[in-house]
T-cell receptor, first 115, second 112 residues
Framework: EAGVAQSPRYKIIEKRQSVAFWCNPI?????LYWYQQILGQGPKLLIQFQNNGVVDDSQLPKDRFSAERLKGVDSTLKIQPAKLEDSAVYLC?????????????FGEGSWLTVV | SQQGEEDPQALSIQEGENATMNCSYK?????LQWYRQNSGRGLVHLILIRSNEREKHSGRLRVTLDTSKKSSSLLITASRAADTASYFC????????????FGSGTKLNVKP
């Protein structure tokens, strides 16, 4: 079974530029998550989708971050304009459904460095 | 905050020894998961334990959950150098939407 796919794996941009990350979840998984992990910290949930609807985006900095999952499968996370403090790993994850107790599977992450 | 917090922050042991990591959380949960993260890699799921379970095993891993103390522990027996990684516990929110919140992790170093 293919895992969660993410691209690009690494990205270096200058502050105030924009960047987009793509995620393809495990086939059949209705729930998709984006987490931000700053070096030395645990992952922080940014947004959760159930199919193409947003379940929770309370920790997404909406002035600069946006995410979409238009057809309920792939998802993109965009940052515009980027700040230095956005340097982190952006982890996409998916689970079969939003019912409690479903294992969440993570991709390898997209590493962002803002200079 | 719903986040679990792991203890200790760092642990260094010799190969063959057992490693125990603890996780404490603040509010009631439905489920708790443990993950491993090798340096530069994504998170790998280890075990999910439900609030009505007290103990689960998977190979060399043993997880316990004490809901009265709001704590969990992960025991790795007969550790190997390949177990060197960061270990995170993740607790869910009680809104029943399968949202999990992570602590800052325990960094385990197993010396050969």
């Amino acid at each position: 079974e293919a895992g969660v796919a993410q691209s690009p794996r690494y990205k270096i941009i200058e502050k105030r530029q924009s960047v987009a990350f793509w995620c393809n979840p495990i086939s059949g998984h209705a729930t998709l998550y984006w987490y931000q992990q700053i070096l030395g910290q645990g992952p922080k949930l940014l947004i959760q989708f159930q199919n193409n609807g947003v379940v929770d985006d309370s920790q997404l900095p909406k002035d600069r971050f946006s995410a979409e999952r238009l057809k309920g499968v792939d998802s993109t996370l965009k940052i515009q304009p980027a700040k230095l403090e956005d340097s982190a790993v952006y982890l996409c994850a998916s689970s079969l459904s939003w019912d409690p107790g479903n294992t969440i599977y993570f991709g390898e992450g997209s590493w962002l460095t803002v200079v | 905050s719903q986040q679990g917090e792991e203890d200790p922050q760092a642990l260094s042991i010799q190969e063959g020894e057992n490693a125990t990591m603890n996780c404490s959380y603040k509010t009631s949960i439905n489920n708790l998961q443990w993950y491993r993260q090798n340096s530069g890699r994504g998170l790998v799921h280890l075990i999910l334990i439900r609030s009505n379970e007290r103990e689960k095993h998977s190979g060399r891993l043993r997880v316990t959950l004490d809901t009265s103390k709001k704590s969990s522990s992960l025991l790795i027996t007969a550790s190997r150098a390949a177990d060197t990684a960061s270990y995170f516990c993740a607790t869910d929110a009680r809104d029943n939407f399968n949202k999990f919140y992570f602590g800052s992790g325990t960094k385990l170093n197993v010396k050969p």
